[in-house]
T-cell receptor
Framework: KNEVEQSPQNLTAQEGEFITINCSYS?????LHWLQQHPGGGIVSLFM???GKKKHGRLIATINIQEKHSSLHITASHPRDSAVYICAVRTDNTDKLIFGTGTRLQVFP | DAGVTQSPTHLIKTRGQQVTLRCSPK?????VSWYQQALGQGPQFIFQYYEEEERQRGNFPDRFSGHQFPNYSSELNVNALLLGDSALYLC????????????FGPGTRLTVT
């Protein structure tokens, strides 16, 4: 079993829909990252969380440390949101990131 | 500020050959981490360089080695290439004391035939 699990693996949506991507982890962490990867490979950091909730534009990220679970929400989704969304955790006492396998999101007009 | 840059963008090599990938960190960043991302998978940590030394290493064989130069740029070397080494290789850099906040480069796509 992977230390970081994401669901769903693939997601399709119509423009305007509310999107939720989930991440569960099994290790002790100091922080959790949500990253966006577009075709071609470049990765952009969206959020870094250690507790609570963060919001940036139409994106919202939450984390529940007790349940070892985080969610990434996209409100009013748009075709330009189509990308792979990756959850990564930074384990206690290290600088290493452990990545989930990603959720491929396609938003259709 | 050019951000993190990597070269080359794409590379095709034959089994058994050796390859060198290069990474220039974002201006002011002193720590460089390398990741391997196989198709359809999340990135896997290879190693991290700080002050020209390997500071941490993931579960990769000795065929994977690296180097960091005084200007903080870094190289990833892979010897005796295997077909399974085909992947996107990502470099990420971070500020001194802020390794929790990494900036990723666009990656080098390596194909081994």
């Amino acid at each position: 079993k992977n230390e970081v699990e994401q669901s769903p693996q693939n997601l399709t949506a119509q423009e305007g829909e509310f999107i939720t991507i989930n991440c569960s982890y099994s290790v002790g962490i100091s922080a959790l990252h949500w990253l966006q990867q577009h075709p071609g490979g470049g990765i952009v950091s969206l959020f870094m969380l250690s507790s609570g909730k963060k919001k940036h534009g139409r994106l919202i990220a939450t984390i529940n440390i007790q349940e070892k679970h985080s969610s990434l929400h996209i409100t009013a989704s748009h075709p330009r949101d189509s990308a792979v969304y990756i959850c990564a955790v930074r384990t206690d006492n290290t600088d290493k990131l452990i990545f989930g396998t990603g959720t491929r999101l396609q938003v259709f007009p | 500020d050019a951000g993190v840059t990597q070269s080359p963008t794409h590379l095709i090599k034959t089994r058994g050959q050796q390859v060198t990938l290069r990474c220039s960190p974002k201006s002011g960043h002193d720590t460089v981490s390398w990741y391997q991302q196989a198709l359809g998978q999340g990135p896997q940590f290879i190693f991290q360089y700080y002050e020209e030394e390997e500071r941490q290493r993931g579960n990769f064989p000795d065929r994977f080695s690296g180097h960091q130069f005084p200007n903080y740029s870094s190289e990833l070397n892979v010897n005796a290439l295997l077909l399974g080494d085909s992947a996107l290789y990502l470099c990420a850099s971070s500020l001194p004391g802020k390794t929790y906040e990494q900036y990723f480069g666009p990656g080098t796509r390596l194909t081994v035939t």
